[in-house]
């Protein structure tokens, strides 16, 4: 089970795995560092489909300000020594399959990251959610034999596949030499949308946050 908790102006982001207790629930503690509105998407497989279910919580005190949600000017983030650049195959468009590559390098030597490590069975994890909190998307990398069929034929497996995807990559040993990550999604709407990517390096969970803008499907 994952189990995202994020504030409602997406200044916050927290991925968490609850653990099964003995009566079948499921229970994670966690501390809030500031109060406010909070939305927390459980996303769990009970069979062969994915369920994704959305709560809202609110953490009294203080109001906080809210941190105004911008498109990012530079694609291109630093976080705890890695660099992370991600360019699309295609401008961002509602309802409309894209890949999103994400090239990591080392702040240090400039030079591309090689020791990368399996985070949850898979090389990166990567979570979106639009500006108003309807739209989330958990989508994983693809592996290389898919991200060249799907770059040449623009085969698009979107985040209803979480399940599927993350049983193939079960199957796979990985090894750390991914410097290009990959991964297909489709954008339900037009609007802003935060992506966090997530990347394991020597035992630490880096999260990256993106902001992009989808625009309006085009009509003929």
């Known amino acids: 089970m994952h189990l995202l908790i994020i504030s409602d102006d997406l200044s916050e982001f927290y991925h968490l795995h609850p653990k099964q207790e003995a009566d079948g629930s499921f229970r994670v503690t966690h501390l809030f560092p500031r109060t ?19 709560l809202s919580l609110q953490i009294r005190g203080e ?17 705890d020594g890695l660099r992370v650049t991600m360019k699309s195959n295609q401008p961002l468009r509602a309802g409309e399959a894209v890949m999103l590559d994400f090239a990591v390098e080392d702040e240090q030597t400039n030079e591309p990251v090689t020791d990368l490590q399996p985070y949850l069975g898979a090389l990166a994890h990567f979570v979106i959610i639009s500006e108003n909190g309807a739209e989330f998307l958990h989508v994983h990398p693809m592996e290389p034999h898919e991200v060249s069929t799907a770059h040449s ?31 297909h999604t489709t954008f339900p709407h037009a609007g802003l949308y935060k992506i966090w990517a997530q990347f394991q390096r020597h035992g630490l969970v880096i ?7 989808v625009a309006d499907r085009e009509t003929l």
């Open 36 to 54: 406010g509105n909070y939305w927390l998407y459980v996303d769990y497989t009970p069979d062969t489909h994915q369920v994704v279910d959305q």
């Open 63 to 79: 109001a906080r300000e809210a941190i105004a949600l911008f498109e990012d000017e530079s694609t291109t983030k630093t976080v």
């Open 153 to 183: 034929a623009s085969h698009a497996v979107i985040s209803s596949a979480h399940h599927q995807q993350t049983q193939s990559n079960k199957l796979h040993t990985f090894h750390s030499s991914a410097t290009l990550i990959s991964a």
């Open 207 to 213: 999260t990256v946050p993106f902001v992009v803008r």
